[in-house]
């Protein structure tokens, strides 16, 4: 597992979540504050980044502006996903 910068708008959120809203305001201030301290988790697909996790972190960066997020990326095969999709 690699830690890396992606930028956002690479990555894919293929299931739908509903984030709390004062979570998220609360990320936001500490990430403005003292930046991104926990990396969000990546699955990388025939290159393409797919998230699953670390949603109000994501959501947090974007609604900031940031271009990148620092991510684990683990690199894995398309039955990988499919497990994660079903």
């Known amino acids: 597992m690699k830690i890396k910068e992606i930028p956002i708008d690479q990555i894919k959120r293929p299931l739908p979540r509903t984030n709390d809203a004062d979570k998220v305001a609360a990320l936001m201030e500490s990430i403005d504050e003292i930046g991104l ?13 797919y998230g699953f996790s ?12 940031h271009q990148t997020i620092r991510c684990k990326v683990r690199k894995a095969p398309k039955s990988v996903l499919k497990m994660h999709l079903a």
Do not use: M, N
């Open 37 to 49: 301290q926990e990396p969000i988790d990546i699955l990388e697909v025939d290159g393409q980044y």
């Open 54 to 65: 670390g949603c109000h972190r994501y959501e947090a960066c974007q609604r900031l502006g």
